[in-house]
């Protein structure tokens, strides 16, 4: 199969047998580990300053400038990245460095403070998602995913990121055809087939096959026209994929060109800002972009591609699209969830009461934390706080999460969540741990300390790690057993 593929490769993409060899050689190596710094908890400088004081070495990747290739010290691998206090308190997201291009190319790599209202079709496990929320640090993100089962992991890395200005939803993505024009700008990171398997293990392809290929690009197509029909006329949507095969990346924007010819357009992709690292072909390709309609459909020179041999990266495919003219919404398909019908919806989450907002500030008042431009809601026994006031979404798509769930209500009192503390530093009721101290609270000891009963925010290297609660001089943490170290 992995033969297949290759002289697949070889033969759409016009590879010499040198190339070929190149491009084989690098699915034999390993993808390098990659973290993205969340720049809206921490600097890159103050991260690096921090871990590099740990031994951690990190090498600046190719292409962008807050993700970098990390190696550990032998003796620290026994924790997984995951389960280190700086990826708990979200202060890096684990990445693969081609994955992060899609919101890279949507943004041009600035951070744009206007205030979007963004579309992240299919997002778990929410690595792009959240880099959107850096991009775009002013924006509304609605996080869509349709498997339930990709949800659980999904809420948590949006928990830890602390995204604040995110809410979740459950659909089919194809359900946004339904809901006209709402969205400045959509990114569709498409479901795919399972291509990119191959650089895990030799016989990972074995599954490949063109039938399935072909009926991933229509659900694709199907993704794609639902994404331009929800985009407001003159903004843009971003398609990308994690497969190198024609039929799931220019087939699928070649047939929306063709049918939404009078409303869309693409935009052509500058392969990178750093010329140094454009291919010779790619640049003769962008210099010289097709007069001829029938290859400017076909886009060849419009899209960026990553090449594990070229880019030294996983490889993955980005293509962008304006939409530049309303489309008629007649041809609308009936609706897959009758309650999200415009202007019916009726939401699970509540308002709080004054009673219960009242609690929830007096409880942030002891850590002198104002609640002021914070919304909060309530769905069932979780109370959420979030930065976006959802009025102008609310009657028009039915949210599954809203970020980020600070409380639960057990026995008729109010228990926060550790996420209560990981948002922002607090500046009382704060205890200061060092390492030992921190190891111990999430290998589930207790600590013996000096304090009153209460909440206190857990501090460890200036981060602000969680919530834990003091009883009986004994601090215990509040980190759920799941994530607790063995
Ligand atoms: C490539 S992954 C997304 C990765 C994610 N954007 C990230 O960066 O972390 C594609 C996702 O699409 C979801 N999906 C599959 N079919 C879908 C559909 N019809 N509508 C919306 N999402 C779908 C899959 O469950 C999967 O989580």
């Avoid at 807050?66 to 997984?80: C, G, K, M, S, T």
């Avoid at 684990?94 to 979007?116: L, N, R, T």
């Avoid at 919530?467 to 170290?485: D, E, F, H, Y």
């Amino acid at each position: 199969m992995k033969k297949d593929f290759v002289e697949y490769i070889k033969t759409e993409f016009w590879f010499s047998d040198e190339e070929v060899a190149k491009f084989e050689e690098a699915l034999k190596r390993p993808l390098k580990k990659s973290v993205r710094i969340n720049t809206r908890k921490i600097s890159i400088e103050d991260f690096k300053k921090k871990v590099e004081a740990k031994g951690w070495i990190l090498t600046s990747t190719p292409l962008w400038k807050n993700i970098f290739y990390v190696d550990r010290p032998e003796e620290q691998l026994n924790i997984a990245l995951w389960n280190t206090p700086e990826h708990i308190s979200g202060y890096f997201y684990v990445q693969e460095v081609a994955a992060s291009s899609s919101p890279f190319y949507m943004s041009a790599d600035k951070i744009d403070d206007w205030k979007y209202i963004i579309l992240d079709m299919s997002a778990s496990p929410g690595g792009k998602t959240t880099q959107l929320l850096e991009y775009y640090p002013n924006s509304l993100i609605v996080a869509n995913e349709l498997d339930k089962s990709r949800l659980k992991w999904f809420f948590s890395n949006l928990d830890r990121m602390s995204a604040l200005k995110a809410v979740a939803t459950n659909y089919d993505g194809r359900f946004f055809k339904q809901i006209p024009e709402l969205f400045d700008k959509v990114l569709l990171d498409a479901p795919c087939s399972w291509e990119w398997t191959a650089f895990k293990t030799d016989d990972a392809l074995k599954y490949r096959n063109l039938k399935n290929i072909k009926n991933v690009a229509k659900l694709q197509f199907w993704l794609l026209e639902a994404a331009i029909k929800t985009t407001k006329p003159g903004w843009e949507i971003v398609y990308s994929t994690c497969t190198l095969n024609k039929f799931e990346n220019e087939w699928v924007i070649n047939k929306a060109l063709e049918k939404y010819w009078e409303y869309v357009e693409i935009v052509p992709i500058r392969p990178h800002p750093n010329p140094l690292l454009w291919e010779e072909r790619e640049q003769e390709q962008f210099n010289t972009p097709s007069t001829n309609k029938g290859e400017r459909a076909r886009g060849w020179g419009f899209f960026k591609r990553n090449w594990p041999h070229l880019d030294l990266t996983g490889w993955f495919f980005i293509a962008k699209l304006k939409k530049v003219k309303s489309i008629s919404t007649d041809e609308s398909l009936p609706l897959t969830r009758g309650k999200a019908r415009m202007g019916a919806v009726k939401q699970n989450f509540e308002k709080l009461s004054r009673n219960e907002e009242s609690l929830v500030s007096d409880f942030f008042n002891k850590f002198w934390y104002d609640l002021k431009w914070k919304y909060l809601y309530k769905y069932k026994d979780e109370i959420h706080l979030t930065s976006e006031n959802l009025n102008y979404i609310w009657d028009k798509i039915f949210l599954y999460k809203i970020w980020v769930n600070i409380w639960n209500i057990k026995d008729n009192s109010f228990v926060p969540t550790y996420y209560a503390g990981t948002f922002e530093k607090f500046s009382k009721n704060t205890v200061v741990l060092d390492k030992d101290g921190l190891d111990k609270l999430l290998q589930g000891f207790e600590l013996e300390q000096n304090l009153e009963d209460g909440y206190y925010q857990v501090i460890h290297e200036d981060i602000p790690v969680w919530i834990a609660k003091q009883k009986n001089g004994m601090l215990k943490s509040m980190v759920p057993t799941k994530m607790m170290r063995k």
